[in-house]
């Protein structure tokens, strides 16, 4: 079980998606990646940035067979597009129940 609270997981993830994102030629997005920042809208994110992302948290949260598709899907179909925010939430209710 972990104790970890919303903010110290939510900074981990914007640290992640920075380092991901770091050496990308785009430059739709010059702001800084927050709680608010849209994986598809704010950062450009494809569906292959999604997956990599998501072997990233597992990776770092030592969460194996994370049940992305609690996040990434709902009443059956995809999200268009998930907060930061939404997955640090996410990302707590799973090292809770770890």
């Known amino acids: 079980m972990s104790d970890r609270s919303l903010e110290s997981i939510t900074q981990e993830?914007?640290?992640i998606l920075a380092d991901m994102?770091?050496?990308?030629?785009?430059?739709?997005?010059?702001?800084?990646?927050?709680?608010?920042?849209?994986?598809v809208a704010d950062l450009t994110f494809e569906s292959i940035e999604i997956v990599q992302l998501m072997v990233a948290l597992e990776q770092h949260?030592?969460?194996?067979?994370?049940?992305?598709e609690k996040l990434l899907?709902?009443?059956g179909t995809y999200v268009p597009d998930q907060r930061v925010g939404d997955i640090a939430a996410f990302l707590q209710g799973e090292l809770a129940t770890a």
């Open 61 to 68: 949260f030592a969460l194996k067979n994370l049940a992305s």
């Open 21 to 39: 994102t770091s050496d990308w030629d785009d430059d739709s997005f010059a702001g800084e990646i927050t709680a608010d920042s849209r994986l």
């Open 13 to 15: 993830v914007i640290k």
């Open 73 to 75: 899907m709902k009443d």
